[in-house]
């Protein structure tokens, strides 16, 4: 109480505050910077390394990583025992999580890899399992929106696709530590993919594609509630996923071509691209999310450890009706409006005014 009525107690504690948040500060600049060393030297480092070592400290790591990372542990074996209930057992979750995880690690660590590889010498490391289909995808003059889940090793996949001629354009969230985003960057963009950041990506994606650049997006990402999303059917559940790739193909017309990385008998990869796709101008983007999910759940199911199972999939669950939210029901429409205000101001404000009008209509109706 003698403190509380001291009249320099508050002072004292904002000067503890400050104290703290200034360590806090010093702490992590600290952190990033070592781990801008590490990132710079160890990149380095690996990069001479034999693929198939690389890819036995990869898995060494993302063993050390399952072990470690207790939360993320807990989340990818809850949602393995969601998604198969008892078709596997604790070990097998546990083995399928683990693997899961060192199929991650490999990924990261296989990315500084690719430097060393060449549009002549590709072919050793990834190939395609139909190299036919792969010929007409690279020769066709018309571009496309590749979509991949996180399975198997994607970043190999886009190195391969981008040297034998068909470079994406990516969108790569910052990393916290500034300092890494750049070297990541260069890393990904060495083969001629084009990295750019979230801020505004939907409208520099469309305009990519309508000057003849293909793009390339993950389709499972973890979204929040906040962002603009479609709810689909996902191994009998619902999973809030993004709706960008509908939305690129309704707008211009350029198909949807899914593909996933599969792992060859000798250490390398195979990349099998599943059937192209295209859509009536009548389907929602909720339909054709949902149509290319369909084609990439089979796969995982038939080879749960290539998928990163440590993403909340399911972390949602809607308790009211979609009617008592008219935001949330006319999300594919609050979509377009953001979209058209950042292209098209007046366009945007007809729609605004039209959501508006649909959302009253639904507060008459309750």
Known sequence: MSEMCHHDSFRRRSRDGQKQEFFGYTVKRVRYWIEWLLVSFF?????????????????????????????????????????YGSEFGVKQRRHIAKRSLQVFGRNFLELFWTTRMTKDNVDEFISFEDPERFRELIESDVPIIAI????????????????????????????KNERLTPIFRKLREASGNKIIVPENAVVRLLR???????????????????????????????????????????????????????????????????????????MSYQEIAQACWKQFE??????????????????????????????YANQSEQFDLEIESQENPEKARFLGEQIREHARWHRDQD
């Open 43 to 83: 990149g380095r480092l690996v990069s001479t390394f034999p693929l198939r070592l690389l890819q036995k400290i990869a898995d060494v790591a993302g063993s050390l990583v399952y072990w470690a990372d207790a939360k993320g542990r807990a989340v990818a074996l809850a949602n393995l025992e969601v998604a």
């Open 298 to 327: 089979p796969i995982i199911r038939a080879n749960p450890e290539h998928w990163l199972w440590v993403y909340k999939h399911w972390r949602y669950k809607p308790s009211l009706s979609v009617r008592q939210y008219p935001f």
């Open 148 to 175: 991949s889940p996180h399975f198997g090793n994607v970043e190999l996949a886009g190195t391969l696709i981008a040297l034998k001629g068909k470079p994406f354009v990516i969108i790569s969230q910052p990393f």
């Open 208 to 282: 990519s594609l309508r000057a003849g650049e293909s793009v390339f997006l993950f389709t499972d990402l973890t979204l929040k509630l906040r962002d603009s999303a479609v709810v689909i059917e996902g191994f009998g559940l619902k999973m809030r996923v993004t709706q960008i790739h509908a939305f690129l193909h309704q707008r211009t017309g350029y198909p949807i071509v899914p593909w996933v990385t599969l792992p060859r008998g000798d250490g390398g990869y195979v990349v099998r691209l599943l059937p192209w796709l295209r859509f009536p101008p009548t």
